[in-house]
């Protein structure tokens, strides 16, 4: 048994990417939450709209899941050898692929840096969260 027990709920994501795991995602979990890599742009529409239809047939609202994408992002790279693997660049162009994330439905953008970590981080933050959130 584990001690102390939370005061609230722990929300469950799934990080799937087969159709009966995303049913599952739908069915039960509180988000989906799939990487670039595995599911890149073109192909996390269909699977998010498999999702949401899963939580709509269990009686769930799909909108009050989460739906958290993880994104690896290098700023001032060069263009990356797989731009839907991977989103590099000067920071307005990352904003603006962000913005296409989040048009295709996600609520949250968890985003794993490439390059000088420190230094990448700390520009992120300035540089494409920061003007994100101005936009949002």
Known sequence: MLEPKPSHGIPIWL????????????RVADGWIPSMGPAPPPQVKPKMELVRRA??????DPDSL????????????????DPERRV?????????RMLEFLDLGF???????????EEQQDRL????VTPLRQLG
């Open 15 to 26: 990080g799937t990417y087969g159709r009966k795991a995303l049913e599952l995602a739908g």
């Open 55 to 60: 939580a709509e047939h269990a009686g769930r």
């Open 66 to 81: 989460e739906y958290a994408y993880n994104v690896s992002v290098l700023i001032g790279g060069p263009p990356a050898d």
């Open 88 to 96: 590099t660049g000067e920071p307005d162009e990352i904003v603006e």
């Open 107 to 117: 609520t949250v953008l968890n985003f794993w840096v490439s390059g000088r970590r």
């Open 125 to 128: 933050a300035s540089e494409v």
